[in-house]
């Protein structure tokens, strides 16, 4: 059974950073990817960056790009979201999401295309 635990969130001001890890367990990963999405209040689910676990490639929304770095550690099990410059509108629970990588070609920016998911960290930018 696939297992993702999100840690990492926190209180940080505006301009500040945060670092969100994401442990995934219960099987190997080769030939998956995995997913930052967001969700605040009153909001869609919203996708801020994947990163296939064969390869590194990786993706990113327009809105955090040159911001936001993910990355991953196949030794830990584990992918990284190194958030720069936050803003408050950036307030919002961070979800880890993953699936099987089917497509090559496929940026998987949907959360409807993810069939695990951990429990979410929550993230609060203050003004």
């Known amino acids: 059974q696939v297992q993702l635990v999100e840690s990492g969130g926190g209180l940080v001001q505006t301009g500040g950073s945060l670092r969100l890890s994401c442990v995934a367990s219960?099987?190997?990963?080769?030939?998956?990817?995995l997913g930052w999405f967001r969700q605040a209040p009153g909001k869609e689910r919203e996708f801020v960056a994947a990163?296939?676990?064969?390869?590194?490639?990786?993706y990113y929304a327009d809105s955090v790009k040159g911001r936001f770095t993910i990355s991953r550690d196949n030794g830990k099990n584990t992918v990284y979201l190194q958030m720069n410059s936050l803003k408050p509108e950036e307030t919002a629970v961070y979800l880890c999401?993953?699936?099987?990588?089917?497509?090559?070609?496929?940026?998987?920016?949907?959360?409807?295309?993810?069939?695990?998911w951990g429990q979410g960290t929550q993230v609060t930018v203050s003004s």
């Open positions: 219960g099987r190997t990963f080769n030939g998956w990817t």
């Open positions: 990163i296939r676990w064969s390869g590194g490639g990786t």
């Open positions: 999401a993953a699936r099987v990588t089917l497509f090559a070609r496929s940026e998987y920016r949907s959360p409807q295309e993810y069939n695990y």
